[in-house]
């Protein structure tokens, strides 16, 4: 009898244990260029407050295991504008962020610059072919 108290006793020490363990939230979404819709890869995805972060993958996707409570979600890609958002988390949450496309001003500087340029040779052309 004792025996079988002291299973049952562990057993349901057991079973309030594991609640405890599962201290953390999962945090996905996806992440896309705003102006075409379509998803992007290799976004990096930095939860700042604890240093742990992911990419997406090919569809855009990704996840992160993170404590419940305050965060900060920052998200990167080359030519396009950083995105950061402060929150709480308490559940598993959904994020879709939309990342704004950066225009490059020296690469359209260089080819209004070239186009210039060959708009002089043309003229030049003209000129000399006269």
């Known amino acids: 009898m004792k025996t079988i108290l002291i299973c049952n006793l562990f057993l349901f020490y057991l079973v309030l244990s594991i609640p405890g363990y599962a201290q953390l939230v999962l945090v ?27 990419i997406t993958n090919l569809t855009g996707y990704f996840s992160l295991m993170l404590k419940p409570g305050n965060t ?17 988390i308490k559940n598993d949450t959904v994020i879709t962020v939309s990342l704004m ?5 020296k690469s359209k500087s260089k080819v209004a ?18």
């Open 72 to 88: 900060e979600i920052v998200i990167t890609h080359d030519g396009f504008k950083e995105f950061s958002k402060k929150m709480v």
């Open 28 to 54: 996905t979404g996806n992440v896309i260029n705003e102006k075409t819709g379509s998803a992007l890869e290799n976004v990096n995805i930095l939860e700042s407050f604890s240093g742990i972060g992911t």
């Open 101 to 105: 496309q950066l225009v490059n001003i």
């Open 113 to 130: 610059e070239h186009q210039k340029t060959a708009g002089k040779l043309e003229k030049e052309e003209l000129i000399l072919n006269k």
